[in-house]
Structure formats: C-alpha cells, structure tokens
C-alpha cells in the first residue's frame, strides 16, 4: 500500500527524483544568499574606519629667507568599527599651507583586526618647491605664527564573510601653528585637534540652554493685600502703620536668589515710609510670600508748604491716596550639573490704593506688574 502511494507521489513530480534535488539545492542557496545579503546590507555592513590625530611632534625647523624647512611626526590611530578585518590599499598624509599641499608621506598601517585600533607614526618634511613663490609665508615667518594643516586618507576593504569585497574609506583633518620664539628658530606646536571641538560643542550647548530651557525670564511680585494696622488722626498730620502682604513667583527653570529689596509707601510723589525685604532664595518654578510692615509719620516726611496743604485737603477730602513701590533685584542660579550659570534679575511692582479717613479702610487697590 505504502509503494503504491509513494509511487503515486513520484508520477506527480515527474517521476524524476534528480529534479528534485535540484531544485531543493537551489532554494537552499538562494535562501542563503538572501540572508547573507540581508546581513551584509545591516548588521555587517561595511563602515568607514575612524582616523585620529592624536598628536603633532615638531623634529626640525630652520627659517632661512627663502623657506623654512619643516619636519613634523604625526602620531596617527585608526579605529576598526567593522566585524570583519580591515585591509588598507592606499594610505597618505599630506601637510598643507594654507591650503596648497607642501608635503605628503605614504602612511603604513597594515591590517587592522575586527574592533581592533592600531597606531602609527609619520614623518611629514616640507617640499621647499611647493613653498617657493608664496609671498605669504614671509609675512607669516615675520609675525611669528605659521598656519599649517595635515590631510590624511586611508582607503581600503573589508570582506563581508569573507567574499564580497567592500572598499571603506577613512578621512581627517587637523590644523596646527608654529610659533617662532628666539631668533635660532625655535617652535612649540600649538595642536587645536579634539580640546577645541570639544569646547565648540560644550558653548554652542550652554548658548542653546541660555535660549531655551534656561532663557531668563523677569520675576513676577504682586501685592496680594494692603491691611491698615492703625492710623491716629489726632495731629495735624496722620501717623500710619499698615501691613503689606506680598507674593514673588519664580518662573525660571533655576533658582531666584535676591539680595537688595525695598518696598517704599509713596503719598503724591513723595516717599514717606520705606522697609526692607531680607534676602532669600526661591526655587525654580517656586512661589514665595511674605508680609512687610510700613510704617510712616507724615510729617517727618512732608516738610514743604505745598505738600502740608495736600495731606490736609485730603484729611478734609477723607481720602488720603498712596502708592506701593516693590523692587526685588537679585540673580538666577544653576549648576547645571557641571557649569554655572547665572543672570541679573530685577522684578518690580506698583500699586495704588486710597485709604478712607472716616472708616480707617483701605479700597480701590489697583496694582501693575513689570
């Protein structure tokens, strides 16, 4: 039964179980080579090598009229990223002067294991024919300062499972000074390589801070409420005592720290009382109340004529009008974990508000921001 059934099988492939196999075989190696390409194109995919300069060695300098002869070591590390070996086919460095090349050297790294970073030094001379003729130079030499670059480029492959060739190439850029001190000609080599990219990065960082997350913005103070404590009519002048009830909410994202605050009571133009807010510290996105007192004698403070007969029309009006004057001034804080940063703040505020003789009432509080 079992032949029969395996024969009917057979008759309906063909009767060729060759065939078969074949086909299977291909399948196979096309489903092979999908996930190899896959792999190939992701995961393994070929990428550039990394080349960093990590120092300039000057071996001879000697300044002539004519050019200077220069002799400079580089000391080079190339970085592996790929999981597969890298094999350089052409390598160079080349040494620039403003931009035109007056030196070059082949550079022999070797190959370069999976992950792996390997080092190398070379020797860069200036090429006196590629100088001669450059009015530039000479105005450099005199100054003091020579600009000078290295290019390097290292090429090569990688063989992704060890068929397919990748070519990979790897480029750097460095620039560097000569300072001339002493009339023999010595120089220090001034590197601005990775420090001055890294402190780029770290300003352009701060600057966008500064303007967003950080960006300054003005304390708000407000007079909550005015309360009459006492006044004593029984002069010719009025003697008052009231307490004012303030609030100053930071809107910043780093603390408020003030210092030097005052709240003045003004009658007509004319400060009659004044007092002191202790200085604090208010958290980021924080609010903060407190509660002053002023006190005044008005006739300490009104000595001319014209302000006499004011204080009493008003007495006789029944309506003395004043005015709160709030000045807060102090500073934004952070660390911001590693840098500080700090900015002037001052925030201000007004308010009118008439106090009614006859009831010993204040009313008709009207109050600004700024």
Known sequence: MEETRGGSVMKKLGGKPQYIAMAMAVGLVISVALIMGILSLTVYRGKDPITMLNGVVLRDLQISQDVPKLTVDLNLSVKNPNKYAFTPTKSTAFLLYRGVMVGEVVIEVGEIAPGATKSVTVTLTILAER???????????????????????????????????????????CGFDIDQTGEEGHAEVKEDMRVTSVLMLISIILLLL????????????????????????????????????????????????????????VYRGVVVGEALIEAGVISKAATKTANVMLASNLADRLQGESELIMIHSDTLAGTLPFNIQIKISGRLFSLLKIFKFHADAVSTSSCHFDINVCSKTVREKHCTNE
Do not use: C, W
């Open 131 to 173: 100088m001669q003729g450059n009015p530039v130079i000479h105005m450099d030499v005199a100054g003091g300062m020579v600009p000078f670059n290295t290019y390097t480029k290292i090429s090569g492959k990688v063989k992704v499972f060890g068929v397919v060739g990748v070519t990979v190439i790897s480029t750097g850029l």
């Open 210 to 265: 500064s303007m967003t997350v950080y960006k300054k913005i003005t304390p708000i103070t407000t007079v909550d409420a005015v309360a009459l404590r006492h006044i004593d009519m029984s002069r010719n002048v009025p003697e008052i005592n009231m307490d004012v009830n303030m609030s100053v909410m930071n809107p910043n994202g780093v603390a408020f720290k003030y210092t030097h605050s005052t709240v003045l009571l």
